[in-house]
């Protein structure tokens, strides 16, 4: 993980402005400060600055960040962009180059459905939350609570006195608002997170939507706290419930929470994939029914898992349960990174779990969003539609806020990685080759006095863990999954699990170790999961590992990836391979080449059990990480392989 | 079948014009008529006169069968209309109620993308054959001659000196005009069909279609001759199909036909559901990927069930291959009957294999074409978009068109329902209760002088069987599935068998029985197909079964479809029920209740074979024809049921 942030601070980043230059984010800017009429807007979505607050997001967390090394250029960039936007605000507050150049007559906040006027604002606004809150500068702050003022002063609930009470056809205003209040104190932006969060639902968006459309895609079906089900446009579905779940915190309100709540664990339940990706459906890049999972279809939506990570943090902090943090881990190292690269300069807008073989580098619907068509695991430079790779960006660069919480008892740890953590008081260093290795040693640099309890989050794939206290097993040692006296765990299950506790008085140079149990394992779907019914999956840790076609030498002429049947019987190993890849641990597995059909040919549908006892011989597999896979050219892959 | 069609003639076809004249389309061609200015149109697309010519396609075949009771008032009715066309038609031979209301100083055929002029023109013409084929009456079809004429001389290839050299974006006119070559002699019609035809891929659409749309779906992607898989709008593409195939067939192309055939084979083995069914993508209502044939979200359309009974009876006349009739006679009963309610008065547009427990009667995505929502199987009275249930009665009143052939040798019989064919030299008379018994009894009634072969289709399906001529077995009979000298078969596959040909001097009185085992079966799919894998379905003889909620009482509360797992191993027991669904075959099996898994539940993946022998308490299941489900109400169902 850190030596993919790496590559986003020193390639990803320091290439945004190139890209944003390319596609006139940036001149729309400059050109709306201008003032001048006439002016083209470039690119084709009314959304295009959003591209650009991302990027700031991102470079912000970034120059707030002293574990990766930041491009030396990156503060004069980060300053000129914020100049840019400056000059584009109007004396108002308002900042959007897509309304100023192409639609300078039409009243503000009109165009409500498809204009993504407080999406992009949102986004302005966490961009600048994000500049202030890691290098402690107010000047992108100061253009945001301007244009946060107008809108504040625009929008609320009828009686309120302002004139519009409707909501954005694109969710973001909502989580940006509730940051905002927690940057400045100033509870208004709180409430107005909690009026739009409860304005969707009522249809006020519905005569302007066309029949094609449902209400649900623009997430106007049902109110937050009466919604089943997490439906509709996968990326406006989740940033609107971690809008929701940001008010739910900030108010103590137990509805919203258990609204949250339920809709989480829908998702999770029936509508996630294994790497935590989410939205099947590539038509209006919706969530589909429940367990309609398909592999080589998915949609999956580099977006909607990011801003999956997003909503199972604020889920987290809310709850302090640890499943909000396993989904986290698990979406991100899986249905995040695949998004990128390793290079960190070609994207995936689309994450299928499976191309079939003789089908990688067909056109996908995902191809409308690209240069070119990025179906079938073709990355791409950048997108028309460029909302992934800034996403990757922020979301990368912030990671260092998404791993630990505090409370008044002490620190919890809820993701491993190689660092520093401060907090609850108490300042750790980790050191780990995690999730390579599943060992973790923290060193205590800083403690106060006085006990405080160190929380480590048991990974909900893990067996079986050690952990020991000074080299001294179970010492202190609390766990909800039974640690036993001598510190050695073994999962027992429950929800309210996960969590391994040590409270003692804790001084600097304490040193506490956790093993986890690496041991590459086969996982199975709920059947109701269609798309992976009789199929098995090989996971190692956090990580879910896929097959590519070039990996298997083994594999006749003519034979593909989709003529094996994996022998679960047979066993798993493990190897480090550290010239693959960037370096990965494979996982080998075994697996039969299944007989061709005897029967006709013409049709595929035969007497059950007819071809049984067709399976021949043995191949060995190997299986790389999911979030590595399409980086060596487009080529057939599968996640789920059919098993015997 | 017999009943099903006597339905069509008493009820569907009778209600046709009154919900022609509900929905304006008939008054869109009364306004035509008046030829005023200003005049509005009615309904929602362009296409809305081809309903009407549809429907008369349908009054057409019935007016012409003997074999069923056509209502009293259809003639009048016909010629009604007929006379509406007549009145509609201007002095040049245009007629298009769209386009000479809507657009009235539009220059004719210049919107070809969205327009469907041809389209709209090629159903006209299809009625107007059909007319004077069954009646005799020339009207009808001097008006759709004067409209081919216009036609004719406007499109055409460079250099033709006609004007426009490009194609429609919805395919018709191809088979159309083939239809119009054979009913008239006239050559030129059979010229232009090939002309459209071979327009086709060369992208003359490609600057006006928008960039959501592929020219996939506008069949202009790749020529006809070079294209290597169906793909695009399911109808458009069967539609051109059956058009390259009439071509081939009338022209002796034989690089038609071998496109034909290799197009045919890959729909039929990658792209093809059980049931007939094609098109699986909702979105654009389109082929899916080879093998993506998902179960519960099977757009699979009616009309493309319908277009793919057309087009393999193309394929049937132009090769003699049994294969195709074998495919025509289960979409016919399966994917093409469901869509039609058994009253006759409601319809189905999109036919899943599966509906989910609680998620019956569910927005569906094929919604927009309906009168409320269609999907999950909530059968309705009319379409917006009604092109499905004029096809449905068009398709049932013609069925006697698609029984029977005829060559030099003799009659080769495709299909099995009582009734008389004649034709080859023989006139036979078939009486049985096919498809609910297997035994078949032909009773010569008249015969040439000569020796003549009697050619019967052993279906596909057929495992055993035996045949008799005058009650002797094996009596002249010489089948390519290697009958014994008994007359008794077992099939031994090969692509060139399927016909069992009987040879001999007929006279009037010799009697033929041909009795075809009947046990119902277990059926697996080939396991390319995700949605099928690790699954069963039921069958017997030509019909796919299905299990509906609503029969399974042994099924405890709290338990549903989904939970159930089919016991292959047990055996399959047919019933016939003649008060159920208008009298139905049912088959029983027996199936276990999968055990509620014991994981924390908030994560639906898990270590493989963890709840195995979790497999509860036996259960019967009762499963009735899948043409006859969603007769009863919603509720869930499945074709595809988990095996162990």
Known sequence: LGQRRAVNASVSIPQGPERLEEAGNLENLRAAARKESGEAFRGGYPFQDSDVHKWLEAAAWQLGDDSTATDPG???????????????????????????????????????????????????????????????????????????DLIDASFGPEGSGKPIDRIDGHPEIE????????????????????YFVDAHGRGTLGSDTNHHMRLGYFQDHAPVREAKAVTGHSVRQLYLLAGAT??????????????????????????TYLTGGVGAHHSDEAFG???????????????????????????????????????????????????????????????????????????GAGGSHGEGDD??????????????????????????????????????????????????????????????????????????????????????????????????AGAGIDGARSASPEGRGRETGGRDGGWLRITREWAAGDEVVLDLAMAPRLTEADPRVDAARGCAAIERGPLVYCVEAGDQPELGDGYGLDDLVLDVAAGLAAEWRPKLLDGVCVVTATARVRGRSGNAGWWPYGDVDAASGEVGEAVTLTAVPYYAWANRGVGAMRVWIPRV
């Not at 007559?105 to 006027?117: A, S």
């Not at 640890?322 to 995936?348: A, F, I, K, M, Q």
């Open 74 to 148: 990156l503060p004069d960039r980060v300053q000129e962009i914020v100049g840019l936007l400056r000059g584009a605000q109007d004396d108002a507050g308002y900042l959007n180059s897509y309304f100023m150049l192409a639609k300078p007559d039409q009243p503000r906040f009109t165009e409500l459905v498809w204009g993504h006027e407080l999406y992009t604002a949102g986004h302005l606004i966490q961009a600048a939350v994000a500049h202030h809150r890691a290098t402690g500068r107010g000047e992108l702050l100061d253009i945001a609570v301007k244009f946060a």
């Open 175 to 194: 989580t940006a608002l509730a940051e905002l209040y927690r940057e400045t104190g100033e509870r208004r932006y709180l409430d107005l997170a909690g």
């Open 246 to 271: 940001d008010v739910a915190t900030e108010t103590g309100d137990a509805e919203l929470r258990a609204a949250v709540e339920r809709l989480w664990a829908e998702m999770a339940a029936r509508q």
């Open 289 to 363: 029914h429940p367990y309609e999972l398909p592999n080589e279809r998915a949609y999956c939506e580099t977006c909607a898992a990011i801003a999956s990570v997003q909503w199972s943090w604020r889920m987290a902090l809310l709850t302090g349960d640890t499943r909000y943090s396993d989904l986290l881990e698990r979406t991100l190292l899986n249905g995040v990174l695949c998004g990128v690269s390793l290079g960190g300069d070609r994207y995936l807008y689309d994450n299928p779990l499976h191309v079939r073989d003789g089908f990688a580098d067909q056109e």
């Open 375 to 472: 179906g079938g695991g073709r990355r791409v430079g950048w997108f028309r539609c460029a909302c992934c790779p800034p996403n990757v960006m922020r979301l990368l660069a912030s990671l260092p806020s998404y791993v630990a919480s505090t409370d008044a008892d002490g620190l919890q740890l809820h993701q491993y990685a190689e660092g520093t953590v401060a907090g609850g008081g108490l300042a750790l260093e980790v050191a780990t080759r995690y999730p390579w290795e599943g060992r973790i040693a923290l060193t205590v640099r800083e403690a106060s006095a006085g006990e405080r309890t160190l929380s480590l989050r048991i990974p909900h794939w893990a067996r079986e863990w050690t952990a020991d206290v000074n080299g001294q």
